[in-house]
């Protein structure tokens, strides 16, 4: 009872930050495409400069807490049953490659935010 609920504390997280990760984005370039047309988000206009050269950071540290709660599944797998997962060649192959991505998201993300004002 309690692996499951760890499991889907984990998961709750997880998708938590993922969303975090993916709105975050979405919204700075909404937020970016509306004001190079001098449209909407007026209550944006004076924190805009603030707001877009936060983001690489907050995208960072982001990323971070979603790879380390992508990690905890494994951890928990290892911890409570004293093995990882079975998982197929396929799933090994789009997890090693999901790794991979991310490794180099948090590169990138972690060079763009060391722009002025960080």
Not at 36 to 45: A, T, V
């Amino acid at each position: 009872m309690a692996a499951n609920f760890l499991y889907a504390l984990s998961q709750f997280l997880y998708n938590l930050l993922v969303a975090t990760f993916v709105g975050g984005s979405l919204f700075i370039v909404l937020v970016l495409r509306q004001h190079r047309d001098g449209q909407g988000f007026e209550l944006l206009h004076e924190h805009l400069e603030d707001v877009i050269h936060r983001q690489p950071q907050r995208g960072f540290w982001t990323l971070t807490a979603l790879m380390a709660t992508g990690a905890n599944v494994g951890v928990l797998s290892y911890s409570l049953y004293g093995k990882l997962s079975d998982i197929g060649p396929i799933a090994s192959g789009a997890l090693a490659m999901k790794i991979a991505w991310a490794i180099f998201a948090l590169g990138f993300s972690g060079i763009v935010g060391r722009g002025p004002g960080l």
